[in-house]
Structure formats: C-alpha cells, structure tokens
C-alpha cells in the first residue's frame, strides 16, 4: 500500500486530499496542530517548527514515503498597510507556509525512493495580488521558487511539482456573482484541487511545474467600466 503525508489534513483543502487519497488506496498520515479526518494517521506537527518536524517523523515510524502533499498554510487577514505590518505576524505566515514545505520536504526526502512525488499547495496570489497581500503572496511566490528548485536537484528519482488553488470554498452562501465572475462559471471546490493531484500522480513526464486550478481566473482581463 502506497503512503503519503498530507500537511494541514485538517484544513479546507487538505481534509478532502486526505479522504479521496484513502479512497484510492493509500495509506495517509496527516501533519497538522489540529485533530485529522477519520482513517487517517493523525500526528500533531507544527511544520514551520524544526523540531517539530523531525519528532513528528519519528513518532509516524514509516521507513517508506511515497507522497509528500504540503498542504499546511496560515493567511494574514489584516491587510494592514505596509508600514503597520507585525513582523511577527509576517513571520509567523513564513514559517508555516514556505518554511515548513522546506523543512517537511528536507525530512521527507529521507524516507523516498525512485518514483516518489512531492506535490506544494502554492496559490495564484503567488501571481497576483490584493492590497495587504505580503507575507501570504511572499511565501507562495517563495513556494513556487522551491518547488523549481526542489524538482531540478531531486530527478529524476522524486518528482516535485505544485498547485496553484485560485477560490476554493465549500460553502453553500455563495452568490450567483462569485461563479459568474468565473470563466469556468463557478468557484472551485476542494475537490477540484484533489483532482490535479491525481493528475500529477500520473504524469511522470511533469516536473517543476505550477498547475493553476482557477476556473480561468488568472486569465480574465478585468476593466472596471
């Protein structure tokens, strides 16, 4: 049975990787400060912490990885003006969001072998932006950058690539204007993420790169008239 490490199991997005995983057969632990989804290997980790990280390891016991999904992510929702920005609070969306892929990929390389994937969660505000948008943009630009990086150094033995999530919800308030501003004619749903992942999982000619799951978004020309 094939394994895998899901970050942030416990989160929007993560939740559902980690149930679709099970479906197809996988084994799946989940790294996450908060209790995991049923059938799922639960170990408490925060990934923006070292120490952490390599305890968390050792408590899962695996000897063998397969799939490694950095999924775990913090959102700076002030939006504060750049000069009323806490540096805390800027490192604080650091550590979890681009620290911990590095230090979950450097431990989880340790435990792969030939064929394995490692798969970022990034989002298009790596590509665009909102006012307010710096350590969030900053640490999915910086993910994009890693998983590059990570993908030359690692081949061709691990192939390493990540998804770009535009708006995912699974909410059911949603307006007729939030799916219509959409090419696709409707917000994402987490499953939608789950999907590139099973894509990713097949295509072993794909490598560094950034797949966008938007529904077109990043694509629209929007003038205001």
């Not at 989160?11 to 908060?34: E, M, P, R, Y």
């Not at 450097?106 to 298009?124: D, P, W």
């Not at 749903?189 to 990713?200: E, G, I, N, S, T």
Request: proline share 3%; hydrophobic share 35%; charged share 20%.
């Amino acid at each position: 049975m094939p394994k895998a490490i899901v970050t942030g199991g416990n989160g929007l997005i993560g939740k559902v990787l980690c149930q679709q995983l099970i479906k197809q057969g996988w084994q799946v632990a989940s790294f996450d400060t908060n209790d995991s989804v049923k059938g799922v290997e639960s170990v408490c980790c925060d990934v923006g912490n070292e120490n952490s990280v390599k305890h968390g390891f050792a408590a899962l016991g695996w000897q063998n990885l397969d799939l490694l999904i950095n999924c775990a992510g913090k959102t700076d929702y002030s939006k504060k003006p750049l000069a009323e920005q806490s540096y805390k609070d800027w490192q604080e969306v650091i550590n979890t969001n681009l620290n911990g892929t590095f230090l979950m990929s450097r431990e989880a390389v340790k435990h792969m072998q030939s064929g394995s994937n490692i798969i970022n969660i990034t989002s298009t505000r790596a590509f665009m932006s909102e006012p307010g948008d710096f350590s969030y943009g900053a640490s999915k630009g910086g993910i994009v950058s890693l998983t590059q990086a990570m993908a030359i150094s690692l081949g061709p033995d691990i192939r390493v690539n990540a998804i770009a999530p535009g708006w995912i919800s699974d909410e059911s308030d949603l307006r007729e204007i939030d799916h219509q501003q959409h090419p696709a004619g409707r917000v994402g749903k987490p499953l939608d993420v789950y999907q590139a992942v099973d894509y990713l999982l097949k295509a072993d000619f794909v490598t560094g790169q950034v797949l966008v799951v938007d529904g077109g978004m990043t694509k629209k020309m929007i003038y205001e008239e």
